[in-house]
């Protein structure tokens, strides 16, 4: 189901409870949602109102992938950007990596499967946004 998407920064800003199998529902409306919106590139879970630590993101050819409890385990290749968010108005400076590695859990056959996979550029700077969103950091 496609979701309204929150605005409030005290919900925003509370740390998301770690993500079950069960929790299956949540991201399929993240999916949607986020597949709904022209020019989004990565939600967070909390931001469809949900404080469980999932995120979605758009990769490269415009495909969803859902990352259930995603952590960051390597960083390289620092740089400074500014971003801007769909959950908040002004734009922030953040600084970012380049290259990222990413441990999160899929869930393959209403299992949650634990994974690790690098990422650079665009994706990895969205998913390490929406990790942020995970830990109730706004940007």
């Given at each position: 189901?496609?979701?309204?998407?929150?605005?409030?920064?005290v919900i925003l800003s509370q740390v998301c409870?770690?993500?079950?199998?069960?929790?299956a529902q949540v991201a399929d409306d993240l999916v949607e949602t986020l597949t709904s919106?022209?020019?989004?590139?990565?939600?967070?879970a909390n931001q469809i109102g949900s404080a469980t630590c999932i995120i979605?993101?758009?990769?490269d050819d415009d495909q969803p992938h859902v990352m259930y409890n995603p952590r960051l385990l390597q960083a390289l290749g620092a740089f400074k950007a500014v971003e801007g968010c769909l959950s908040l108005e002004a734009e922030s400076?953040?600084?970012?990596?380049?290259?990222?590695k990413i441990a999160y859990d899929e869930l393959i056959d209403g299992e949650l499967v634990a994974r690790k996979k690098d990422f650079t550029g665009w994706?990895?700077?969205?998913?390490?946004?929406?990790?942020?969103?995970?830990?109730?950091k706004l940007v």
């Open positions: 189901m496609i979701k309204e998407l929150i605005k409030d920064e409870t770690p993500a079950t199998a069960d929790d919106m022209e020019g989004a590139a990565c939600l967070a979605a993101y758009l990769d400076k953040v600084t970012r990596y380049d290259r990222v994706t990895a700077q969205i998913i390490q946004h929406g990790i942020d969103h995970c830990k109730g």
